[in-house]
T-cell receptor, first 112, second 116 residues
Framework: DQQVKQNSPSLSVQEGRISILNCDYT??????FLWYKKYPAEGPTFLIS?????DKNEDGRFTVFLNKSAKHLSLHIVPSQPGDSAVYFC???????????FGTGTRLKVLA | DAGVIQSPRHEVTEMGQEVTLRCKPI?????LFWYRQTMMRGLELLIY????????DSGMPEDRFSAKMPNASFSTLKIQPSEPRDSAVYFC??????????????FGPGTRLTVL
């Protein structure tokens, strides 16, 4: 049973436009969410996180939005750049636990 | 500072053979995680160590899989005997603390395992 779901395996966006990556979760105990970016032949690297006490967190071109009632979060990249082309993993964790549950990833391709 | 180091980067073996994957966490980190990445299931946590002690191995698929952390700077993941369905990319990650607080996990480059 996938507790964290990324229903779009891939996404293509034109350079300069907005990229929106979505993630849904089922466990209402999750209260901390992260996005990791992964380039080919490399390990995932941390990108941005958000706590459930917030509904938005911004870091430069990257913004994560959290909708707790819908159990949904999204990552916005504006403007998208070719270097953003990678696989993006959504992950969730719960207070009192030590582990993150990862989604299956979304492959983003930014077209020049 | 060097990141998480994994070896080998690629491993091709035949069904039934023993496979050992190695990991050196970031110096000073006290938590270590082994993950497996597949297309269908994404990144699955296999086992978690805190201060060299296995805390949760509920993600280990079956008895063919075992992991050890003899000291703070080294861990192994062993598959014996290996099967074609074990083919995947295996990642090691480490973090500081990793207890009840949320800490960034630093991933190694992974080992791509192919079992023929």
């Amino acid at each position: 049973d996938q507790q964290v779901k990324q229903n779009s395996p891939s996404l293509s966006v034109q350079e300069g436009r907005i990229s929106i990556l979505n993630c849904d979760y089922t466990n209402s105990m999750f209260d901390y969410f992260l996005w990791y970016k992964k380039y080919p032949a490399e390990g995932p690297t941390f990108l941005i996180s958000i706590s459930s006490i917030k509904d938005k967190n911004e870091d430069g071109r990257f913004t994560v939005f959290l909708n707790k009632s819908a159990k949904h979060l999204s990552l916005h990249i504006v403007p998208s750049q070719p270097g953003d082309s990678a696989v993006y993993f959504c992950a969730a964790g719960a207070t009192g636990t030590y582990k993150y549950i990862f989604g299956t990833g979304t492959r983003l391709k930014v077209l020049a | 500072d060097a990141g998480v180091i994994q070896s080998p980067r690629h491993e091709v073996t035949e069904m039934g053979q023993e496979v050992t994957l190695r990991c050196k966490p970031i110096s000073g980190h006290n938590s270590l995680f082994w993950y497996r990445q597949t297309m269908m299931r994404g990144l699955e946590l296999l086992i978690y160590f805190n201060n060299n002690v296995p805390i949760d191995d509920s993600g280990m698929p079956e008895d063919r899989f075992s992991a050890k952390m003899p000291n703070a700077s080294f861990s192994t993941l062993k598959i014996q005997p290996s099967e074609p369905r074990d083919s995947a990319v295996y990642f090691c990650a480490s973090s500081l603390r990793g207890g009840l607080t949320y800490n960034e996990q630093f991933f190694g480059p992974g080992t791509r395992l192919t079992v023929l």
